[in-house]
């Protein structure tokens, strides 16, 4: 039985990380569509949120059916718990990229990003990709150094949103107040796409030293 | 064992109702020192939070111990995996009501909300407290038809919410750029609440009927 039930775990856990490399990919095609107006690709990246909804739910019935075959108890319990919390997180995630290629499209032929402000949406795109691929490499190596690392992606991505927040605010933003709302909106999503990332990121510790980390 | 196992069930959902409460109660108490610029109640609000998140590590580690100790399964083990993601819900309601003290600390003593858009606040603040407090009835009563309901409490929030928006961009808004972000802001964590309370209903609705409510 112990077979059968690591069996189960490694196949969660493979279909935990393939949800990252989705998020990440959306993240990245999001970003892409949104600096360069790419309504096609808006739209993929909205229909194929789908799909990671639907990997979330199948991921989350396969590891309750585990649960309940398996009667998992302590480590193997708190593993599967986290699971579903990581699965939650990860379709989160992807709904944010989501809000993002939704403005792109809402914003089409127009951009949402004024010319300025490119570069630095360019950069939390990054970061946001990054930091997901890491949350993948992070669950499937069970790899609990870069799980602090991700906080230094983190701390970038909070530098670049606090920047947008100043650019606005310098008393030379010529744009309008739609213009205001929508970069308001977009960090706001990049910010906590990152911040869902932690989240996973400390569960992962937390699974591995049985302790949370310290900041 | 199914005593035991429905007398746990019990404490369980008094639980989460009284984090609702809680949770009801910051939002009620944010939106006041908000629109009244009262420092001391956003202090408050502030600092209560830790009680809630206490409260879901408290109830998060009571859960994974009943499902240790009594090994359910179906329905049973289905009831106890989404007590976990009520609490994560109510958890970041009460994230979303600090957001909104932190920002009237921030803006003390002046108010972050100009006067023509406090009467829309005032009305955020009432349907998200309601919205709440009927998220713990449900839970409490198993309410199928209140969980429901929520849905016209939420169009509610959504309607509050445009109207945020559209009064920003009706070509007459005077305010600053600092402003315009903090109503962006802060209409997205009332909206964000009430997508909460509507998700902890759908799984209410799902657990008493076994499937999902159609929209």
Redesign the interface.
């Known amino acids: 039985m112990r077979n059968a039930f690591h069996d189960d775990l490694a196949t969660i856990e493979s279909t935990l990380v393939e949800m990252a490399q989705l998020v990440s990919r959306a993240m990245e095609r999001a970003t892409t569509a949104l600096l360069t107006s790419d309504l096609k690709l808006a739209e993929e990246v909205i229909s194929d949120d789908d799909r990671i909804d639907e990997m979330q739910h199948e991921l989350d019935d396969k590891t ?1 059916n585990v ?2 075959r398996q ?1 998992p ?2 480590r193997d ?2 593993t599967l ?1 986290t699971s ?2 990581m699965s ?1 997180d990860l379709e989160r995630m992807g709904d944010l990229a989501h809000h993002i290629a939704k403005l792109a499209r809402m914003r089409y032929p127009n951009c949402a990003v004024p010319e300025e402000l490119r570069p630095a949406f360019k950069d939390m795109g990054v970061v946001a990709t990054r930091i997901i691929e890491k949350v993948g490499k992070v669950i499937d190596q069970h790899d609990s150094v870069g799980a602090i690392e991700l906080d230094q992606d983190d701390d970038e991505m909070d530098k670049l949103h606090r920047y947008l ?1 100043t650019t ?2 310098n008393g030379e ?1 010529p744009h ?3 213009m ?2 929508d970069i ?2 977009l960090g ?1 999503y990049y910010e906590r796409c990152a911040d869902h990332a932690v989240s996973i990121a400390k569960r992962v510790y937390f699974l591995v030293n049985g302790e949370y980390a310290t900041d």
Chains 1, 2 share one sequence.
Do not use: F, G, P
Request: aromatic share 4%; net charge positive.
């Open positions: 309750l649960m309940a009667q108890v302590a319990l708190r718990v579903l919390r939650a927040l606005m605010q933003w309008s107040i739609e205001t709302i308001t909106l706001r």
